[in-house]
Structure formats: C-alpha cells, structure tokens
T-cell receptor, first 116, second 109 residues
Framework: EAQVTQNPRYLITVTGKKLTVTCSQN?????MSWYRQDPGLGLRQIYY???????DKGDVPEGYKVSRKEKRNFPLILESPSPNQTSLYFC???????????????FGPGTRLTVL | RKEVEQDPGPFNVPEGATVAFNCTYS??????FFWYRQDCRKEPKLLMS???SGNEDGRFTAQLNRASQYISLLIRDSKLSDSATYLC??????????FGTGTRLLVSP
C-alpha cells in the first residue's frame, strides 16, 4: 500500500529536550516536505527536499532541522523545542511539485506535538 | 494580504443542497491550483486539480478565473460524508505550495 508514515503520532515533551519526528514514504518520491498546521494559519511549509541530500527552507524554518540521507526518509529535528512549536505536523511527498498535470502530494497522518 | 484567502465558514447546509466555495490568491504568476479535503484532525487529501477550462468530477466542479485571481469549488447534491474542511492550494512558484486556511462544510440530515 502506497503511504507516508510518521512517528510518533502524538508527543508531549518539555522545553529544550531534543526530539526527532520520522517520516518515511514507500512510493519512491523525489520530493518531500514538512508542514505545520495551526488554527487560523493553515498549513505552512517548514522545509522541503527535492531529492537525496538536497534540502531547502520553507516559510517557517526557524527552530527546525531536516536531513535527507535516503530517498524514503525525511526526519524533522527539533534541537531545542519551545512552546511555540506546539502544533500539528504533516510530512508529505510527491514525484514532482512543478508538474501541474496529474499532480498528487501524499500526506502522512500527522504528528501532534505539545511542548510544555 | 494573505497569499491565499478563503472564507472559514462554517457553511451549514442540508443534505442534497448545492454549495459553493471561493478562494482568492494574490500571486498572478501562480501556475497550478488545487482543492484538498481535510477531515477533522486527519491529513489533507487531494480532491481535484483546477484547470483554466474548468473541470468536473462527479458532484464536484472546480473553476479558475485567472483575470480575477479566484478559484471556486461547487458541490452538488451534498452528502453527509462531504462534511469536512476544504483547502484551496496554489502553486505560486517553483517548489512552493501555499495553502489557504480552509472552509469548513457541515452537511446535516
């Protein structure tokens, strides 16, 4: 089954304690991305990756890191989480982002993070 | 001004009704447009792409007006299962998608 998986699905942590949210896709997609979703603000892109070892900042990258060592995995790292990073996080993947025909971006199920 | 703006709703309609959502975007260079559906606390899923000529998928019709920079989604014969939040999504530049905050639809019996 084609899918994007994220772990953990729910996480409560404390300020300053490093954490990693994993994302994996089994569709051989080149493009992967992380978003956060907050009430009234919609989905905002944190980082994206066009392929292995190629990553770039989205709209809200501060406080986050990513890596793309393998095509299927795109972990999101919070080195020193703060309460303003409490949010719902989605990972997404697709073959390409710039092809408007037949384009589909697949989302993972989301990770609900609370930073106390 | 937000890059993509939507009426947050909620739109409360009875089963069988026709409902329309609009979305406006600010970047006139935007190339691709989409509607996504998001159920409560779940991941967004692509509902349909929006083409300049307009396109239809069953009870759903999407329209694009480039001159006025707005996109619409029409749902005919609403079902209870259509209750969700509908996200307008615009691709304004290479490798970038911008999501609207969504319009919430509630279909009641």
């Amino acid at each position: 089954e084609a899918q994007v998986t994220q772990n953990p699905r729910y996480l409560i942590t404390v300020t300053g304690k490093k954490l990693t949210v994993t994302c994996s896709q089994n569709m051989n997609h080149e493009y992967m991305s992380w978003y956060r979703q907050d009430p009234g603000l919609g989905l905002r892109q944190i980082y994206y990756s066009m392929n292995v070892e190629v990553t770039d900042k989205g709209d809200v990258p501060e406080g986050y890191k990513v890596s793309r060592k393998e095509k299927r995995n795109f972990p999101l790292i919070l080195e020193s989480p703060s309460p303003n990073q409490t949010s719902l996080y989605f990972c997404a993947s697709s073959h390409r982002l710039w092809n408007s025909n037949g384009y589909t971006q697949y989302f993972g199920p989301g990770t609900r993070l609370t930073v106390l | 001004r937000k890059e993509v703006e939507q009426d947050p709703g909620p739109f409360n309609v009875p089963e069988g009704a026709t409902v329309a959502f609009n979305c406006t975007y600010s970047n006139s260079a935007s190339q691709s447009f989409f509607w996504y559906r998001q159920d409560c606390r779940k991941e967004p899923k692509l509902l349909m792409s929006v083409y300049s000529s307009g396109n239809e998928d069953g009870r759903f019709t999407a329209q694009l007006n480039r001159a006025s920079q707005y996109i619409s989604l029409l749902i005919r014969d609403s079902k209870l299962s259509d209750s969700a939040t509908y996200l307008c999504v615009v691709n304004p530049s290479f490798q970038k998608l911008v999501f609207g905050t969504g319009t919430r639809l509630l279909v009641s019996p």
